[in-house]
């Protein structure tokens, strides 16, 4: 159990133009799920925490507008980077928190966002 | 069955003890390992990064890899209080950095 997928795995992109990651909670319900990113060899940053309903809360520096999070139900929440350039490749990893648990968090394979 | 297997704990030690996480995978194709610490509710920082089977020290840090029995390890030694924190472990085939995660192990340092 508490498996976390994300699609696509790997996005290559023109600059300028719009991508969307999911990440599903495959058989379990969760109510937040965090979004994470992370360059080669280096810790994951958080960029924002998605609770099922409503508005994500996020980190201070990262741009609500530009990494928008959608949390539309308990078992998906999506990450959809805007008018995307360079400097936004990178990995984008996912988790879901365990219901009850404050702790447990179940994560994502990752997608590598590149783009061109 | 996973694809990385860890037992969740939580593991208890009293200070200055040695500690040992260990993980099982079952992907032989495996060749990035990756251990990492989560406080509650802070993100994951990266540990000890190693590539293929052998050891890497870092300080108190010893991060061991048996390929042969799909085996990794991660050592503390002279444990502290600060160390209590989850510690996940995670292997990847390739560098693209796409990561099978463990379920993490909670580790409590009494002092």
């Known amino acids: 159990g508490a498996v976390v997928s994300q699609h696509p795995s790997w996005v290559i992109c023109k600059s300028g133009t719009s991508v969307k990651i999911e990440c599903r909670s495959l058989?379990?319900?969760?109510?937040?799920m965090f979004w994470y990113r992370q360059f080669p060899k280096q810790s994951l940053m958080l960029m924002a925490t998605?609770?099922?309903?409503?508005?994500?809360?996020?980190e201070q520096g990262v741009e609500k507008d530009k990494f928008l999070i959608n949390h539309a139900s308990l078992t998906l929440s999506t990450l959809t980077v805007t008018s995307a350039h360079p400097e936004d490749s990178s990995f984008y990893i996912c988790?879901?928190?365990?219901?009850?648990?404050?702790?447990?968090?179940?994560f994502g394979p990752g997608t590598r966002l590149t783009v061109l | 069955q996973k694809e990385v297997e860890q037992d969740p704990g939580p593991l208890s030690v009293p200070e200055g003890a040695i500690v040992s996480l260990n993980c099982t995978y079952s992907?032989?194709?495996?060749?990035?390992f990756m251990w990492y610490r989560q406080y509650s509710r802070k993100g994951p920082e990266l540990l000890m990064y190693?590539?293929s089977s052998g050891n890497k020290e870092d300080g108190r840090f010893t991060a061991q890899v048996d390929k042969s029995s799909k085996y990794i390890s991660l050592f503390i030694r002279d444990s502290q209080p600060s160390d209590s924190a989850t510690y996940l472990c995670?292997?990847?085939?390739?560098?693209?950095?796409?990561?099978?995660w463990g379920a993490g192990t909670k580790l409590i340092i009494k002092p």
């Open positions: 988790s879901a928190r365990v219901p009850g648990s404050t702790d447990t968090q179940y």
């Open positions: 058989d379990f319900q969760a109510t937040t």
């Open positions: 998605s609770n099922e309903g409503s508005k994500a809360t996020y």
């Open positions: 992907n032989s194709a495996f060749q990035y």
């Open positions: 190693t590539y």
């Open positions: 995670a292997g990847s085939m390739d560098s693209n950095y796409q990561l099978i």
